[in-house]
């Protein structure tokens, strides 16, 4: 069992930066790749990004390539998304999952946290 707690979410401006952190619990964390997704009302969820177990692959959406980085330190059991030059259409609520192989598709992954708010003003 993974329990994924995200954190770093509020409010930034367009052109800013605001990383997020999403923190796990339970020994195998080292072991599972790491997606972000995101979601807005009234829309499907969508993914953003993805880490390798080592850290060794990564995935981009290519709405977020370039600006956004995906990094982990298993020491600290904790995967970061870094928001480089947030636009206003990033704003979503952000989750983070855990899966055994790095993967863009939702379902593809086991453990999910509870998603924390991004708005990003113009």
């Known amino acids: 069992q993974v329990q994924l707690v995200e954190s770093g979410g509020g409010l930034v401006q367009a052109g800013g930066s605001l990383r997020l952190s999403c923190a796990a619990s339970?020994?195998?964390?080292?072991?599972?790749?790491v997606g972000w997704f995101r979601q807005v009302p009234g829309k499907e969820r969508e993914f953003v990004t993805a880490i390798s177990w080592s850290g060794g692959t990564t995935l981009y959406a290519d709405s977020v390539k370039g600006r956004f980085t995906i990094s982990r330190d298993n020491a600290k059991n904790t995967v970061y998304l870094h928001m480089n030059s947030p636009k206003p259409e990033d704003t979503a609520v952000y989750y983070c999952?855990?899966?055994?192989?790095?993967?863009?598709?939702?379902?593809?992954?086991?453990?999910w946290g509870q998603g924390t708010q991004v708005t990003v003003s113009s």
């Open positions: 999952a855990a899966s055994w192989h790095i993967a863009a598709a939702i379902e593809g992954y086991d453990y």
């Open positions: 339970g020994r195998t964390f080292s072991r599972y790749a």
